[in-house]
């Protein structure tokens, strides 16, 4: 970095008088043109922001004991900020922090004079209690401004960037040479790569003017780094403003109160139905004076995001975070979305499924007769909307083979979706209310536990447009609310299904009830919704739910990552058996997560007839064949050795591996596999119940293909997906996944003083007889 001239109150901060390198953080290119003038509309949006501020308050960069620096957390900030300025972004800092620095000095400073001339006078060596005066703040600022940007110098140092100090005070503003100067002096740090840390010279600065602040839109008056920093990322045609407080953001009421919610986008005009609390701990800018200084940053076409700096699961990542988009605090927007935001979809989802859940069961089995009807009735319009995805996912050429056979509807498939949806309707009469168990608790005291919905459901798929209508039948017969999250490549059938769900739906007025988010919400934004959420079901590829599973912040999920389905061939099975259900279980529809992807041989069987006719019907039928590590030290010239006998192929591919018994093969199955589908063939009954009561996976088959494992073939009329999980539902889950329990307690008068030892009444827990079930 080249010296620089003292001009305006700036301090460079030179790491050496060589080029300037690259730090050991990756340099990542990112498409960041853009023509200022306009703020970003949408969060997606930030990622490409080139020139950004950031707004340190005094609440994120001091101590909870307001005197000194929270270290750690300067440190992660810093981290972030070199991360952002090596992938070629302009980065700047607004920082609060020498008043704090400067208090801790001074103090120090008092401290020490005060002890020795006690000593001198006393000449004790136990020093009496020592009254700290109060400290001016300008005497702090003067005291800690050089502290303050040696200690981030050194933090910007360990990422090979440059720092330079700048100070302004109001005045700087409104003297077009000085501001000309400061532009100019701005640009040329930002052209040599170089951070600007800029502050408020509190040294010298008047105080405040009261109600001064903010008068018209092309004025603003720096009495605060709030409105210091919108006024500079408006002078610099900043992209993007970033102020971190101690708050999550801007919510509807005053933090802390019990109805108090985080407004995730806040439009110009809205400040009317949000009541302010008290301002920061520390520092003179509270979350009014923000919310003004970003509406002012924003008018001037710089989209701003006020977010938590302090919370320490946040702190370390917040910057990055807000920078690519991800939900966190309060973003800024001039553009309204025309439907709901996802919270209030959630929120609708629930009240409509609160009201599902009320009808009566033939009520809710109507819905879903009418929307079986309706996909038969409305079969071109379907099919015509599924053409277009289709097409469009063809020339962009972004989806598999395997991805477009999902993606694509017909009519058998919506005649066989209209009919599992009846099956639905008929077997959902007394889902929703149905006693389980009833006990007699004492005389006239009684307990009942009924089955009941588990609220709103969340069901993110990917390819999968048949999907939306047979979990919604599902969400509709157990009476829970539902958001559906399903993949763009699917947009025009998703949308034509989820309107023919919400007809279906209105007939009994609960057509909010099944909500299709069509918003630019980010799977990882609405694993977060806990408060809103109930459980999530991920529909999709091994990837997909293993994203959701990490991300899921406090909310239950529902379904497995892989389907690593085995079929084991014994010394005793039957030669007309075999290969009908090995090339049913791997050739049918080789994308399904119940295909077989290894393919378990007994040792005896090798060099055998059968043998041979499984590897010709697997070459008749395509398949490509990964040798595992047993079966290829019998072979001289064996298939390609498989990478991991670990992998779920989801094409045309299987792993073959020898084993030399049955209590081999299931040690394999629970070393390898994915706890999903399970198979053996053999004639030897004794030898099938030991794998059917030893192998320990949701589903496990005797002489039956792999692809049983299915909602529908199961005579659950369909299912929103198959469960690995030990907890609540497992295999394939239909309607009573999707159901918990709640406990009636009737009683008259009842309170446990009157079981106590000397009381007048004693437990008598005697079962009950449960009521009869509907007989459709």
Not at 110 to 137: F, N, T, Y
Not at 729 to 739: S, T
Request: glycine letters at 8%; proline letters at 4%.
């Amino acid at each position: 970095c080249p010296k620089l001239k003292h001009t305006m109150g700036i301090v460079p901060i030179l790491r050496n008088e060589s080029i300037r390198c690259w730090s050991n953080i990756p340099f990542i290119t990112v498409p960041l043109s853009r023509a200022h003038g306009k703020s970003f509309a949408h969060r997606s949006e930030l990622k490409h922001a080139k020139r950004i501020v950031v707004k340190l308050g005094s609440a994120v960069v001091t101590r909870g004991d307001e005197c000194g620096l929270a270290l750690g957390r300067l440190a992660s900030i810093v981290e972030q900020v070199s991360m952002l300025q090596n992938q070629g972004r302009e980065m700047m800092i607004v920082t609060s922090g020498a008043v704090a620095f400067g208090k801790q000095r001074l103090r120090h400073e008092i401290l020490l004079s005060q002890s020795v001339r006690q000593a001198l006078h006393s000449g004790q060596s136990q020093l009496k209690d020592m009254a700290i005066p109060v400290l001016e703040a300008r005497a702090c600022a003067a005291a800690g401004q050089s502290g303050l940007m040696a200690l981030y110098e050194a933090m910007f140092t360990q990422y090979s960037i440059c720092a330079a100090q700048i100070l302004v005070t109001n005045l700087d503003f409104h003297d077009e040479q000085k501001r000309r100067n400061l532009n100019g002096t701005l640009h040329e740090l930002l052209r040599m790569n170089i951070v600007p840390i800029i502050n408020t010279n509190d040294a010298v600065v008047p105080p405040p003017e009261p109600n001064s602040d903010l008068q018209g839109v092309n004025v603003i008056s720096v009495k605060d780094n709030d409105s210091l920093a919108a006024r500079l990322a408006v002078e610099m045609k900043t992209d993007l403003l970033i102020v971190l407080s101690d708050v999550e953001g801007l919510f509807d009421s005053p933090p802390g109160s019990d109805d108090a919610k985080l407004i995730d986008i806040f439009y110009p005009g809205d400040q009317q139905s949000v009541t302010f609390g008290t301002k920061s701990r520390v520092g003179m800018g509270g979350m009014e004076a923000k919310v003004k200084a970003a509406l002012w940053a924003l008018q001037g076409g710089t989209s701003v995001v006020i977010a938590n700096g302090t919370h320490p699961k946040i702190s370390g990542h917040v910057i990055t975070d807000i920078v690519e988009g991800k939900k966190v605090g309060t973003f800024f927007s001039e553009v309204k979305p025309a439907g709901p935001t996802v919270e209030q979809q959630a929120e609708m989802a629930r009240a409509g499924g609160r009201t599902l859940a009320a009808l009566q069961p033939e009520q809710r089995a109507e819905i879903i007769y009418r929307l079986a009807d309706l996909l038969t009735d409305q079969r071109e319009e379907i099919l015509l909307a599924n053409k277009k995805d289709l097409e469009e996912a063809e020339n962009k050429g972004r989806l598999a083979l395997p991805l477009l056979k999902r993606l694509s509807l017909s009519t058998s498939k919506l005649n066989s979706l209209a009919i599992g949806l009846r099956q639905i309707a008929a077997s959902s009469q007394d889902s929703v209310g149905r006693v389980i168990r009833r006990t007699r608790i004492a005389k006239d005291l009684d307990l009942e536990q009924v089955t009941v919905p588990i609220g709103v459901l969340l069901v993110i798929f990917e390819s999968r447009p048949d999907c939306l209508p047979q979990v919604s039948a599902l969400a509709i017969a157990s009476g829970n609310g539902l958001l559906l999250k399903g993949g763009k490549e699917a947009a025009h059938s998703n949308q034509i299904l989820h309107h023919l769900t919400q007809e279906a739906l209105s007939i009994h007025g609960v057509r909010d009830a099944v909500q299709l988010v069509n918003t630019r919400e980010e799977v990882e934004d609405l694993c977060r919704l806990d408060k809103l959420i109930d459980l999530i079901i991920p529909r999709g590829s091994s990837q997909l739910v293993r994203n959701i599973q990490k991300a899921a912040k406090g909310i239950p999920v529902m379904g497995h990552s892989e389907g690593i389905c085995h079929v084991y061939v014994d010394t005793d099975a039957s030669v007309e058996k075999v290969t009908r259900i090995i090339r049913d279980s791997k050739c049918e529809y080789p994308a399904a997560c119940n295909a077989l992807e290894t393919l378990l041989i007994h040792r005896d069987l090798l060099r055998t007839p059968l043998f041979d006719q499984i590897i010709d019907m697997l070459r008749v039928e395509q398949v490509k064949i990964h040798a595992g590590p047993k079966f290829a030290s019998y072979l001289t010239f064996s298939p390609s050795e498989v990478k991991s006998l670990r992998t779920e192929y989801g094409d045309l591919e299987c792993c073959i591996e020898v084993v030399d018994s049955v209590k081999e093969a299931v040690e394999h199955i629970h070393k390898y596999g994915s706890s999903h589908t399970d198979v053996i063939i053999t004639e030897n009954e004794k030898t099938a119940e030991f794998f059917l009561q030893h192998v320990d996976s949701a589903c496990v088959f005797w002489n039956a293909s792999t692809r049983f494992s299915d909602g529908y073939r199961f005579g659950l009329g369909a299912e929103v997906g198959i469960s690995t999980s030990r907890i609540h539902a497992r295999g394939p889950v239909g309607i009573e996944g999707l159901l918990t329990t709640k406990w009636l307690l009737r009683g008259d008068n009842h309170v446990v003083s009157d079981f106590s030892e000397h009381g007048s009444m004693k437990y008598l827990h005697e079962s009950l007889p449960l009521p009869q079930r509907n007989a459709s």
